[in-house]
């Protein structure tokens, strides 16, 4: 018989010890890569917070679980540290996705849809000009709100360098684009589901569907808003998170049941846009206080 086919008991014993080995090294290599590329620390804002259900430092964690699950189950965890601080671990080094979900996590979850002013429109000259004499966010006339300043982004505001909006520069630095109030205002309770899907020629596209009360809205809206064919006039309508400007598609038809939104944000901030809109908008208010990289 060939000594080469025979497998003796050392032999055993030497692989038993081989593959042992071999299987240690595959669970500390396994926990080297569940292992955190960012940690963010934030502290609770308790004066924000007041006496929002959602006060206590595990109840902010599992909201915060929440807006991450929603975008991608492996992005990362949130933790208590203790009662006013929470470490979320993220599993990513991308800058940019890092960056969206400093933005987007801690979002207040309020969602407006508006009408952005425009010097072409007739009926918004006098919110326009008392809004322009005025350093106030609300523009009040006759005891009514007519309009609000926002806030806008500079890679957003790039994108309405060719557009008739009303935009001015804040004493901090950033921007503020204006919109007109009006009797139907769709809200952040008015949506009933966002999805994302990523389209080759227009990058990340936000799917919504409105309740029964908001698709009476958002079609009374866009009906009251539509081109105007003669000039060629045509109404944007503003999309805000936060009281800030993240998109502002034209108004081309009537849109009720629900819509679909392009805009110059990454994928991250599409699926946090979504995220916060799906149920995961409860108030919560977070402040930053360091980002550590091991």
């Excluded at 006060?55 to 929440?66: D, G, L, M, V």
């Excluded at 993220?90 to 979002?107: D, F, H």
């Excluded at 908001?214 to 109404?235: C, F, I, V, W």
Aim: net charge neutral; aromatic share 6%; glycine share 8%.
């Amino acid at each position: 018989m060939n000594a080469g086919n025979n497998l003796s008991g050392h032999s055993i014993v030497r692989w038993s010890i081989y593959i042992a080995g071999l299987m240690i090294a595959a669970a500390l290599l396994s926990g080297c890569a569940r292992k955190a590329a960012v940690t963010l620390t934030y502290r609770i804002d308790r004066q924000a917070q007041g006496a929002d259900p959602a006060a206590t430092s595990k109840q902010i964690a599992a909201i915060i679980n929440k807006r991450l699950n929603q975008t991608d189950a492996n992005l990362g965890i949130a933790e208590v540290i203790d009662q006013d601080r929470i470490s979320v671990k993220l599993n990513t080094q991308g800058r940019e996705q890092i960056e969206s979900v400093k933005k987007y996590l801690p979002a207040t979850g309020r969602v407006d849809l508006r009408i952005l002013a425009t010097s072409q429109a007739r009926e918004h000259a006098r919110t326009i000009n008392v809004a322009q004499a005025s350093p106030n966010t609300d523009v009040i006339i006759d005891e009514q709100l007519f309009g609000r300043w926002y806030k806008i982004a500079d890679k957003m505001l790039e994108q309405f360098t060719q557009e008739p909006i009303i935009t001015r520069r804040n004493p901090d630095g950033g921007s503020s684009v204006l919109a007109v109030m009006g009797k139907n205002n769709v809200l952040s309770e008015h949506f009933e589901q966002a999805t994302v899907k990523v389209d080759r020629e227009t990058g990340a596209v936000i799917y919504f569907k409105m309740t029964s009360a908001g698709a009476k809205l958002l079609g009374e809206l866009t009906a009251d808003h539509m081109p105007d064919l003669a000039s060629g006039m045509r109404y944007q309508l503003g999309i805000f998170v936060d009281d800030e400007l993240i998109t502002a598609p034209s108004i081309n038809d009537r849109v009720a049941t629900g819509a679909q939104v392009t805009g110059k944000f990454t994928q991250g901030e599409a699926e946090q846009i979504a995220a916060i809109i799906n149920g995961a908008g409860t108030p919560v208010y977070l402040i930053l206080e360091s980002e550590t990289h091991p």
